[in-house]
């Protein structure tokens, strides 16, 4: 054996080469989180640009159209811009939500005569340019035009350019626009089949959970759908994708893209996770309790449901929690029913095509639009935060109901 | 009559006799409570029971028939169109017309009476299973009534049918397993009729060939998976890399080192990493670990540095695994009893020397059960290949190059557009049926060993 002192000097670097691996773990997660959280945070705003609009007394404002109104105002703030390709360059610095904007803004307005400055949604190659996503060189930054740049400084040096709210990121479905595009689309198809999964897994979950614990003595059977479930658990999910494809949509036919039927994979996804986690919590209530109501003549059915049911709910919810959180981040099984798709209506129903955050980050992520990267990262935002909230909820539970026996 | 009011009948019957069991019920306990042999709610609850479930299970059989005879019909108005997948297109279109989803009369001659005879029909159907379903709930609901007497033993009747509910949720886990062997086995089975199974396993070029027309030259595409499963390895294999000594030594430095305090702290934020979708670690491959991966190529004059290489998505697949080994091999080092490890203090030993010469080889099965269960998931991640590697298949051990999985190509065979009898489908099944028995050994062998450790000290 060597001598104390290079002992100890082992024993140090030992300590350290595990202090190092803790801290590099919590490290790379912190760079994840503020790479995301940094490229996705100026998302949530977005750049409009201001218009004089002037009409005056003796027009129908419902009439109007929209679009060559707004544009002949435009034409009034720059009269320079004379031929046809000016025109279009300054036209192009407007996102086409600018004349939806300006319908509806037609449409609810109150008075006979409109004389002021309004903003409108800008493009998103502006937007990149203004927020300094996309860096200026010469008289070009990016997909902007020198042609471009010189109506762009002109608003700069009006002050006619500015950051709101962005209220079609969370407010509106997919779009081709990426100043336009939202995740509520994505956030219905989430939900319901988040619901749909709950409604189909908990159930069954629960069910085997108290059927494998209480009913049932160890024997052949039981042991055949434990083995049976513990190895469902480590199944990759992609292949669950692959029996959501081969059942629901080839056998029993049901529309392609539903979030039902991604609802149904997730379900079976989440059903070991379930059922694992309720038979430690159905495990955890001491034999005392259902003693004592067996022993006051309750019989076993009624001694399950009265007694051991509520007392491992907290572990039950707390497991179910936690698997939920897990399907909702679940992207390839829906691959895999065909929920990849680009859908520009809100989803109405579990049985409407949509797509799901997950999956709505993957198909932004894809998009060879600039803008898009930091709408992928907001969206990844919104995710995490939804997941963190169920995971605080998940522990939340768990201190607040534990019971020490 | 529709649907929804339908089975609102049948509930608002169900409910009305579970409410007149239950009075009916009340009303004899009255009399003679040491008579009744069940409380009167479960009078209540199998009345319920007996009302509702004929008409559930008629409504499931009805409507599963209603469509098949409503699909072959449809069908064969359209028998002319030669092309399966335009046939189904009109029937869908059929459907969604009558259902007022679209207004679009397609370009068929035989549509408008297609269409007629699937409006009139469903018509029918719906009126018939109404007048049928509701009958028969009202004869069940009738006869529930009568059976309610102070000798009924409905308690053990209803108890009866929850463990038998019981018992069939939980044979339903393994028709799951079954529903996915079964489901990857026929498709698998099929596709090594067109394509031999030794070509698959040991052929060493992989280009499902995408055949745009059909009878294109060389659309018969090769199947010989080799590269895909040594794509899947090398990336596997570059993760274990990444997350097995992290993992490890964060597991060792938290159970033998750290304070209690530092402990609760580091083990949830660890585990964090585990919570995090892969979609987002596969958008911080692409966004962060790629470019830098790619700089420190340029920087160091990589040939052949490919954007998609293994290292960049194996090494954003060893973060997202940290989390299973460092818990698992927590775990099961936190499980050697103290008195190994106060005796090996005791002699004189270093912690680190108690650490690798005691503690590590008291747990040595959890740790490899633990590594391996990690590089079942690594095999099995999808959304972080899909986005950080390619699509193709190189055979090769460099890690600096493009490679794919086994993952990546079962999700680019069957997103999009596709015609479900070719080659190129069905060796997308053939894959996860070679995925998932990999990782089901991989499982079972892990499982076992983790089990037989902690057999040894309990």
């Known amino acids: ?405 | 009559m529709t649907i929804e009011f339908l089975i609102l009948t049948i509930l608002g019957l169900t409910a009305y006799s579970f409410f007149l069991s239950k009075r009916k019920a009340s009303a004899l306990n009255a009399i003679n409570p040491l008579d009744v042999h069940s409380q009167p709610h479960y009078h209540g609850l199998f009345s319920a029971i007996l009302t509702i479930a004929p008409a559930i299970i008629l409504l499931f059989l009805w409507s599963w028939l209603e469509n098949s005879i409503f699909k072959t019909n449809l069908e064969s108005y359209f028998s002319d169109v030669v092309d399966p997948y335009k046939v189904s297109f009109y029937v869908s279109g059929v459907k969604s017309f009558v259902a007022g989803a679209s207004d679009t009369l397609m370009n068929h001659s035989n549509f408008s009476s297609a269409v007629e005879y699937y409006e009139t029909s469903t018509k029918m159907s719906l009126a018939l299973k109404s007048i049928v379903i509701v009958i028969i709930t009202l004869i069940t609901f009738r006869y529930s009534l009568n059976l309610v007497t102070a000798k009924f033993k409905a308690r053990d009747l209803v108890e009866d049918i929850v463990i038998r509910t019981m018992k069939y949720a939980s044979i339903f886990a393994i028709f799951i397993t079954l529903g996915i062997v079964l489901s990857l086995l026929f498709e698998t089975l099929r596709f090594f009729e067109s394509v031999a199974v030794t070509e698959f396993l040991f052929g060493t070029h992989w280009s499902p060939q995408m055949s745009i027309r059909e009878g294109q030259v060389g659309s018969s595409g090769s199947f010989g998976a080799v590269p895909v499963f040594t794509g899947t390895l090398l990336i596997s294999l570059i993760a274990m890399l990444v997350a097995g000594p992290i993992g490890l030594f964060s597991a060792i430095y938290l159970s033998q080192y750290a304070s209690n305090r530092v402990r609760s702290y580091a083990k949830p934020i660890i585990e964090i990493l585990a919570g995090i979708p892969t979609v987002v670690y596969g958008f911080f491959a692409v966004i962060t670990v790629g470019p830098f991966f790619r700089d420190l190529g340029i920087f160091f004059n990589i040939d052949g540095f490919s954007s998609e290489s293994a290292l960049i998505a194996g090494s954003v697949l060893g973060i997202m695994i940290i989390p299973f080994i460092a818990s698992l091999t927590d775990d099961s080092l936190s499980a050697v009893p103290r008195s190994l490890k106060e005796g090996s203090l005791a002699m004189g030993a270093t912690l680190s020397e108690t650490t690798t010469r005691v503690i590590i080889p008291a747990s040595f099965h959890g740790i490899v059960g633990s590594f391996l269960l990690a590089f079942s998931r690594a095999i099995g991640e999808t959304m972080i290949v899909v986005m950080a590697a390619g699509f193709a298949a190189n055979l090769t051990a460099n890690p600096f190059n493009a490679v794919t999985t086994v993952t990546v190509q079962i999700v680019g065979l069957l997103t999009g557009d596709q015609e479900f009898d070719s080659a190129k489908t069905m060796s997308a099944f053939a894959l996860a049926f070679v995925l998932f028995f990999l990782t089901l050994i991989l499982n079972i062998i892990s499982l076992s060993i983790v089990k037989k450790f902690r057999e040894q000290y309990e």
């Open chain 1, 1 to 405: 054996m060597s001598n104390i002192i290079q002992r100890n000097k082992s024993e140090k670097r030992f300590q350290f080469y595990g202090l190092l691996a803790v801290g590099l773990a919590i490290f790379l997660l912190l760079v994840l989180l503020f790479k995301i959280f940094s490229t996705g945070f100026s998302a949530f705003n977005q750049t409009y640009l201001g218009v004089k609009i002037q009409i005056e007394k003796g027009e129908n404002l419902s009439e109007l159209d929209a679009r060559s109104t707004l544009r002949k105002n435009l034409r009034n703030m720059f009269p320079e811009a004379q031929s046809r390709s000016d025109k279009k360059n300054l036209y192009s610095l407007f996102s086409p939500g600018a004349y939806i904007e300006f319908k509806e803004m037609l449409e609810a307005y109150d008075g006979d005569v409109i004389d002021g400055y309004y903003y409108f949604l800008a493009s998103d190659d502006l937007d990149m340019y203004f927020k300094g996503t996309v860096a200026r060189q010469g008289n070009s930054a990016g997909r902007i035009k020198p042609s471009q740049m010189k109506f762009v400084d002109e608003f700069v040096k009006m002050n006619l350019i500015e950051l709101q709210f962005n209220r079609y990121l969370l407010g509106s479905a997919d779009s081709r626009n990426p100043e336009m595009a939202g995740i509520l689309g994505a956030i219905y198809g989430s939900l319901f089949a988040i619901l749909i999964a709950f409604v189909t897994s908990f159930p069954l979950g629960v069910l085997t959970a108290i059927y494998l614990e209480k009913l049932t003595k160890q024997n052949a059977f039981s042991d055949l759908i434990e083995t049976n479930i513990n190895n469902l658990a480590a199944v990759p999910s992609i292949v669950f994708g692959l029996l959501g494809l081969a059942i629901f949509l080839n056998f029993f036919e049901l529309p392609r893209s539903a979030s039902l039927v991604g609802g149904l994979t997730l379900g079976l996804m989440t059903l070991p996770t379930i059922v694992i986690a309720s038979r430690s919590a159905i495990k955890s209530v001491p034999p005392s309790i259902e003693e004592a109501s067996i022993g006051l003549g309750s019989s076993k059915v009624q001694t399950i449901f009265n007694f051991t049911l509520p007392l491992a709910m907290p572990g039950i919810l707390t497991g179910t929690i936690i698997g939920i959180a897990r399907a909702i981040g679940e992207t390839a099984p829906l691959l895999m029913i065909g929920m990849v798709a680009f859908i520009v209506d809100i989803p109405q129903g579990p049985l409407d095509a949509s797509t799901a955050l997950p999956v709505q980050i993957f198909l932004w992520q894809d998009s060879p639009e600039r803008a898009f990267v930091e709408r992928t990262s907001a969206a990844i935002i919104v995710l995490l935060i939804f997941l963190f909230l169920l995971n605080i909820t998940a522990v939340y539970l768990r201190k607040k109901l534990e019971k020490k026996w």
